[in-house]
């Protein structure tokens, strides 16, 4: 394949790539070589922002593992709120949902030293793991109460019912958000499909799967911060809250 040159064709290109979670320039020469024009041609990666900047995206990292695109706000069209993840759950399972989510990258990264360290690889974690993390951090906040500082208050709906689920329910409602065992599953399928988390070693016990992070999660955590987090939180259960007061 011959070398691209600048243009806005290929800047286009290299904004396509990146969206596409499932490419990689490991497996994508073209990509690859559009990485290395955006680093070594100042004129191209001007380019390349202006095209993320009309579509209302940012880049938030680029390195031979990719270049890393998010959403600039929850109205672009490439944003993706946990209300479109599955529109069929009560505010309460999307709380815990969030959570999950959450847990999943505690696992990988406990502390933050491993977010600004690139050469610290997690090791591959398994739903277990995960399930274990959500509810102990459920159980955590449940029991700090009033004295929670920097938490968003629409969570708590969420870890109520987590530390209140069973941790399994029978296998055909294993997709299902009735059990910790189900939201994890849920939030590790939305990260695999998001580009966030890869599996490490198939098995057909779903217990036995082994999921690594990517640089995407990594990077997401490192520059997004809890802001986003919290916003996310906010949004998902605003309905929860309301219902509350209604109720009191």
């Known amino acids: 394949m011959n070398t691209p040159m600048p243009s806005a064709r290929e800047a286009a290109r290299l904004i396509y790539k990146a969206i596409h979670t499932t490419l990689s320039p490991q497996t994508d ?30 880049i938030l990292d680029v ?19 946990l209300a479109d993840i599955r529109t069929n759950l009560k505010p309460e399972q999307k709380a815990g949902l969030l959570l999950a989510h959450v847990a999943v990258a505690a696992v990988f990264f406990p502390t933050t030293d491993g977010l600004d360290d690139d050469n610290y690889v997690p090791p591959p974690a398994t739903l277990g793991q995960f399930r274990d993390c959500l509810y102990a951090r459920a159980r955590r906040l449940k029991d700090a109460g009033d004295e929670l500082k920097d938490v968003p208050l629409g969570l708590a709906p969420g870890w109520e019912l987590v530390c209140a689920m069973p941790t399994m329910v029978p296998s055909s409602q294993r997709a299902s958000a009735s059990s910790m065992t189900g939201l994890v599953g849920l939030a590790l399928s939305h990260m695999v499909s998001g580009g966030l988390i890869r599996i490490d070693r198939e098995s057909t016990d779903d217990e036995q799967v082994a999921y690594t992070e990517k640089h995407r999660l990594r990077v997401q955590l490192r520059e997004l911060t809890l802001r986003r987090l919290c916003e996310l939180a906010q949004t998902g259960n605003t309905t929860a809250i309301a219902e509350k007061k209604k109720k009191n």
């Open 29 to 58: 020469q073209h990509y690859l070589q559009l990485l290395g024009l955006y680093r070594a041609d100042p004129k191209f990666a001007a380019m390349v922002r202006d095209v993320a900047e009309g579509l209302e995206l940012a």
């Open 63 to 81: 390195s031979e593992r990719g270049l890393v695109i998010v959403p600039t706000s929850r109205e672009s069209k490439f944003s993706v709120r």
